[in-house]
């Protein structure tokens, strides 16, 4: 055994640590189950009391575009579980099980449904480290054999009480939810460059799949107002749709197999080469992906090929300011076909101009690539952190 270490219920930690449960570091475990009391549809408001269901929780911060609100008097009556600044929130049933987030000065007694439980931690118990430890492993896979075989996820305020902690001394605590929130810290400033950027790229799909670049003459159209140099064409004018085959008679190979989702497996033969653009047929029908080299599709995305007088990028930016689902052929799972794509009008500036419109999306896309990647970096050494400080594997 390593020196300095003792072996636990959460395997090999330091000696001056302890294991306990959330029950025994917490002043306050409640969630926000009302009964009879819980607000009816028709009181929710517009404005008024904040109250957090699950879908408030996501990406372990507190979205608060989701917040719901109640009047003061439903307010009052629902007293049991009110939050405060710095209580842990954390989801309790559904796909959302496990999500947490810390409160804030703005949600100051406010009030949690049902699918949120409440943590209020003592004082000898920091309540950024109890955020960190219920993102990590440490927790999440106790909530995963809890209800591994169940039919319905679920989190009994009995059992969230007897989640195993590990329990540093109070400034070793601190120490490392400083350093994990940190990180946390930088993903989130990554998280509003994507998002600003995300609105940059639709702003400007609207402005240059309209008004183009550089124009003073506009006519009207099928589409609205549109530059007088540019056409209105369906996209069975300016190019093909091909149908994916089946793949599972091929080899394993280097060759990507896309589906609506995206890259499902590698074989060794390929359906097409080149630029192309996919559309799903069924299934997920407003994803458009950009492909690019040898690949193979499935039979529930299309591809283009057969290109006139339109770049395949161009197109892929097209293809994302449609409303696919306006056009889906079925009231259940949404569906496409050649019948309902290829009479589908669109812009269609010069060459010249399709080619300047593609490099302002590229230097978009590509931005957003790299904060992608950047964040995905940031995200793995949170991993690894987590493992190494929350485990006492590492020292602060």
């Not at 299934?283 to 599709?297: E, S």
């Amino acid at each position: 055994m390593k020196e300095g270490y003792k072996e636990s219920a959460l395997g090999l930690i330091p000696k001056s640590w302890a294991v306990t449960n959330i029950g025994d570091v917490a002043t306050k475990v409640q969630d926000g189950n009302y009964g009879a009391s819980y607000p009816k549809s028709n009181e929710f408001l517009a404005e008024g009391v904040p109250f957090l269901t699950s879908s408030t929780i996501s990406s372990n911060i507190v979205n608060f575009d989701k917040l719901k609100y109640i009047s003061e008097i439903k307010h009052i009556e629902l007293k049991k579980a009110h939050i405060k600044e710095n209580d842990v929130i954390l989801t309790n049933r559904g796909a959302n099980i496990g999500k947490c987030a810390i409160t804030t000065p703005s949600l100051e007694d406010a009030n949690i449904g049902p699918q949120v439980t409440l943590i209020r931690c003592k004082k000898d118990y920091d309540y950024n480290l109890l955020h960190q430890v219920i993102m990590s492993s440490i927790i999440q896979k106790q909530i995963a054999n809890i209800n591994s075989g169940s039919a319905m996820n679920f989190l009994s305020l009995k059992v969230t009480n007897a989640l195993q902690i590990p329990f540093p001394p109070l400034p070793e605590q601190q120490k490392i939810a400083e350093i994990l929130s940190t990180v946390d810290a930088k993903i989130e400033i990554i998280d509003q460059q994507i998002s600003e950027t995300q609105e940059l790229k639709k702003g400007l799909m609207q402005q240059l799949l309209t008004k183009g670049i550089g124009h003073t003459d506009f006519k009207d159209s099928a589409l609205g107002e549109i530059p007088k140099s540019w056409e209105v064409v369906k996209i069975g004018d300016v190019m093909k749709l091909g149908g994916g085959k089946d793949y599972k008679h091929l080899n394993e190979g280097n060759f990507p197999v896309y589906g609506t989702g995206g890259i499902m497996t590698y074989v060794d033969e390929y359906l097409y080469e080149g630029e192309s653009v996919g559309i799903g047929r069924k299934g997920t029908i407003d994803k458009p992906v950009f492909l690019k080299g040898k690949f193979w599709t499935v039979d529930t995305l299309f591809y283009t090929h057969s290109f006139t007088n339109v770049i395949p990028f161009f197109v892929y930016v097209v293809f994302q300011s449609i409303n696919w689902r306006k056009y889906s052929e079925a009231t259940g799972v949404p569906s496409l076909s050649r019948r309902i794509i290829e009479p589908i009008e669109i812009p269609l500036p010069s060459i010249e101009e399709q080619s300047k419109i593609v490099d302002v999306f590229q230097s978009v896309w590509g931005k957003l690539e790299v904060l992608s990647e950047k964040k995905a970096t940031y995200q793995e050494l949170k991993q690894g952190l987590m493992q190494q400080l929350l485990t006492g594997k590492v020292r602060v």
